[in-house]
């Protein structure tokens, strides 16, 4: 079973770029969905997108515009970047492992090893 | 866009059978998982593909579906399984893979 955790400041200044780090053990990068979801603080779920060991990338269409995730297999790691913050994406990141694909035309996909959350504030 | 809808809370005694339904805002559905969250944890995933349940998760927790709408069963519910459920489900174009609005489970 892999691991994984996230790594990055915990607080950003508006309008700043919000970069997180997940480290990967004892599970290669390759075949699976490398994602990251957030949760604000007393809300819901969000996913924010995934990029697979190919390079394709899927985001989140409301925040498609800044974001970018990334990866180095070298390293066993993988990004994030969140361009021009506001308080609003002040939220619990998860990274998470994710498996998916589709067959006749349905999609699936789940996150089945998540890391422990990494809480970042974003300041006015 | 693509909205998943649950129902905000949930109440069920110890014993009892709890279930979470999840509606799909438009046209059919894809595969959908569901996640369980306690306070202060990172989800784990109790059901993916509707219906299958990971390995170490209790057979108490199952899914199924019917249309646009899923639904996850806890039977006899255990004190233990209070918490957060959420779904989620890709778009039928498979670029946006939403979380459903999150149910709280009150045992």
């Known amino acids: 079973q892999g691991q994984l955790q996230e790594s990055g400041p915990g607080l950003v200044k508006s309008s700043e770029t919000l970069s997180l780090t997940c480290t990967v053990s004892?599970?290669?990068?390759?075949?699976?969905?490398w994602s990251w979801v957030r949760q604000p603080p007393g809300k819901g779920l969000e996913w924010i997108g995934f990029i697979q060991y190919s390079g394709s990338t899927k985001y989140n269409p409301s925040l498609k515009s800044r974001v970018t995730i990334s990866v180095d297999p070298s390293k066993n790691h993988f990004f994030l970047k969140l361009t021009s913050v506001t308080p609003a994406d002040t939220a619990v990141y998860y990274c998470?492992?994710?498996?998916?694909?589709?067959?006749?035309?349905?999609?699936?996909?789940?996150?089945?090893?998540w890391g422990k959350g990494t809480a970042v504030s974003v300041s006015s | 866009s693509y909205e998943l809808t649950q129902p905000p809370s949930v109440s069920v005694s110890p014993g009892q059978t709890a279930r979470i339904t999840c509606s799909a805002d438009a046209l059919p559905k894809q595969y959908a998982s569901w996640y369980q969250q306690k306070p202060g944890q990172a989800p784990v995933v109790v059901i993916y593909k509707d219906s299958q349940r990971p390995s170490g998760i209790p057979e108490r927790f199952s899914g199924s579906s019917s249309g646009t709408t899923v639904t996850l069963t806890i039977s006899g519910v255990q004190a233990e399984d209070e918490a957060d459920y959420y779904c989620?489900?890709?778009?039928?174009?498979?670029?946006?893979?939403?979380f459903g609005t999150g149910t709280k489970v009150t045992v």
């Open positions: 004892n599970n290669p990068i390759s075949t699976y969905y």
């Open positions: 989620q489900s890709p778009d039928n174009n498979g670029t946006n893979y939403v």
């Open positions: 998470a492992r994710g498996r998916g694909g589709s067959h006749s035309g349905y999609y699936f996909y789940h996150l089945d090893v």
